[in-house]
């Protein structure tokens, strides 16, 4: 059976902290969210997954390969029966693999109920945490977005029985179709409306998963600290290799980097036995990945730089300690490295460039007056950082290059008209937005309001 340790365990004669050396099940990590030493959870062994498996999956519902890599990690905690309800509720929905030219390709992750990436992880999670929580029990969810995942979260949780969601946001760093999808969830999912940065919220909530003094609200975690996001991140570049590679092949993903979950996920799928090439890391402005991988130094941006590609503002992206951990590091969750992983292995598997916002709209407007290929902010990250790598190699690359859209450009009107003359088409999921109605709380960045304010909206939940 796969057990899940703590990127902190080995932190000995670290003040405050005692390291956490316990092993727990997928169920354990899913529940808890963060390991009681605050570092995150990571499975072992990694499982394997067979070559010609991948391959199989040529021309197959999306979901069958969700399946594969569900049964993976699952099998013994989850009947297959069950995994596969789980998936084919999780995606009833399209995962274009749009062609621009030669082997280039932009994967579109935008088309689930919010139009971000973030559906995939939080469909899968939103339905394992309900077939595995305690009978009885309620769960309160609290997640810090920088953009997307408040509102996928949000969507993928609402209804569900024995669930709440709290949904911490930088009040002036998200875009207003953003904002307006955050505030007006309703039902069982409140807004929180943050007068700081994301790394406040982030911030902010890992400290209320370390008080011991609300450990009776159940609080977990939906953000991707929480290995339950990790694992459906996986499953999609999987699904584009098997889709555009012959065996033999490697291939190469850009992955618009922010928080580092979603390119965590292409590490993990590499190491389950896909033929990665290059896993490239672009982030925006917030550039303390690219410096450390340049230098060999790591440090983070305080405060993170508001940029044009909202969602990746992340100036100590959380899933560092996961990539340190799978290279021979220990980085914690406030940026200080206890031990460096080794960089050369990093360097060889992993290219990471800061793209400037004037370089994210050149993008935007020169692949539309190209190819006809309509990116948003983050997309465009994506697609410059693997220009970039291409133009760095030494020799050519022969396999697919995969560059992943993570947001519908239709969330970035003012931009998208402004660089390309056009009017992105709102996707069916975002119609129904002027209608709604809603508004948030309103927080400052202070640890101690935001305890009185679930102390007080949390009492005498089940």
Known sequence: MIRYYSTNRSLEGVAGLTPFKGRVSFREALIQGQAPDEGLFMPEPIPALALDDILALKGVPYAQTALLVAEAFLKD???????????EDSYNFDVPLERVFDRMVVMRLDRGPTASFKDFAAR????????????????????????????????????????????????????????????????????LSVDGKFDDCQNLVKQAFSDPGLSHLNLTSANSINFGRILPQSIYYIYAYAQLAGKG????????????????????ARRMGLPVRMLVMPTNENDEFPNYLRTGVYEKVSPSRACLSNAMNVGHPS?????????????????????????????????????SDEETKETIRRVWDRHRVLLEPHGAVGWRGLELYLDACRAPVAGPCVSLETAHPAKFPDEIIELTGIIPEVPQSMRDLETRTGAPVELPADYGRLRAFLLDTLKGTD
């Open 77 to 87: 905690e989850l009947p297959r029966e069950a995994l596969k309800k789980i998936v």
């Open 124 to 191: 899968m999670m939103a339905r394992l945490m309900s077939r595995l929580r305690d009978g009885g029990k309620r769960l309160n969810v609290l997640v810090a977005t920088s953009g997307d995942t408040g509102s996928a979260v949000g969507e993928a949780f609402k209804g569900v029985e024995g669930m709440g969601v709290y949904i911490l946001y930088p009040r002036n760093e998200v875009s207003g179709m953003q904002k307006k999808q955050l505030d007006t969830i309703g039902d069982n999912v409140l807004a």
């Open 249 to 268: 092949e490697e291939i190469v993903f850009s992955v618009p980097s922010g928080n580092f979950g979603n390119a965590l996920g292409c590490e993990y």
């Open 319 to 355: 899933n560092l300690a996961r990539f340190f951990e799978l290279y021979g590091g220990t980085v914690d969750r406030t940026g200080v490295v206890h031990a460096y992983p080794d960089l050369e292995e990093m360097r060889r598997r992993i290219f990471s460039v800061s793209v």
